[in-house]
């Protein structure tokens, strides 16, 4: 039997070493960021701060429109991509017959995600606002996050539809169900945990989202309703956050926003792993 040599022995000690170092440095420097944002942000945070909106005559600051324009974008995005992210995977997956296109379709969409944030920005700035003619706000900010998150809503409904047994499908269409009844009855209740793993990650790349949203969104801080919202300038968390760090200087207010933020962050990552963790459970 081969054995390594205590010169060799020594050098993977080292390379294991340093590899621990190195995992051990970027894991305290994360530690450190998150636990820095809260440190600034939290003592900032109050009951005021959430619930008010930003006033020059009372002189008060408030993020209450800035969370409900996220939550507005939020719903239009899902609202809108939803249906047509599972349709798109449901016919890749069980009815398009020609491989090469669906291969193809499929490259297309992982080239989609990885394309920088600030790109559909400018696409949809030029396509919604000067094409379209829609004015900055919820509207043509939710429409440029729907290209944004469809190619990983399409790409994990594909992945779950997959992994649906096709004996599943074969014993279904055995029984006489046609294809549409298999595929609502059958394999989309046995995939519906991934599809909803996708939705919350698709959501969490809505709440962090900044750079699209600066072009497309606008950066009013007024208090709107959904209806008004559509068609006025809306700035979100991510936004305001940018707009009190950069351009009003006031950095307590952004690293209180960066807290919440963080926080509505930290929340879908666990809901993310919950929902994954159910669906391996089943899979097992």
């Known amino acids: 039997m081969h054995t390594l040599s205590p010169r060799r022995k020594a050098y993977d000690r080292c390379l294991r070493g340093l590899l621990h170092l190195c995992a051990g ?55 809108i991509v939803l249906p047509l992210g599972v349709g798109a995977a449901i016919y890749l997956t069980e009815y398009a017959g ?52 469809l190619p990983t809503i399409v790409r994990t409904t594909q992945e779950s539809l997959k992994t649906v047994p096709q004996s599943y499908r074969e014993g279904a269409l055995a029984l006489g169900a046609g294809k549409w009844h298999m595929v609502r009855t059958v394999v989309l209740p046995n995939a519906v945990d991934g599809i909803v793993t996708g939705c919350i990650l698709a959501v969490g790349r809505i709440v962090g989202e900044s750079a699209a949203l600066l072009f497309t969104a606008g950066f009013g801080l007024e208090l709107n309703h959904f209806l008004t919202s559509l068609q006025a300038s809306s700035a979100t968390l991510t936004v305001a956050l940018y707009v009190y760090a950069n351009e009003r200087g006031e950095t307590g207010v952004a690293f209180a926003i960066a807290a919440v933020l963080m926080l509505l962050v930290l929340l879908i990552n666990f809901a993310a792993s919950l929902a994954g963790k159910k669906r391996k459970g089943k899979a097992g």
């Open 98 to 149: 020609n491989r090469k296109v669906v291969a193809l379709i499929e490259f297309a969409t992982e080239t989609l995600t990885g394309i920088p944030s600030i790109l559909f920005g400018l696409v949809g700035m030029l396509f919604f606002l000067q094409l379209m003619g829609l004015k900055a706000g919820i509207l043509a900010g939710g429409l440029t996050l729907v290209m944004m998150i």
């Open 25 to 79: 440095l970027t894991c305290a420097l994360l530690v450190f960021l998150i636990g820095y944002i809260f440190f600034r942000g939290l003592g900032n945070l109050s009951w005021e701060l959430l619930s008010t909106q930003t006033s020059y005559i009372q002189d008060t600051i408030g993020i209450l429109p800035n969370f409900l324009n996220t939550l507005y974008i939020i719903l239009l995005a899902m609202a």
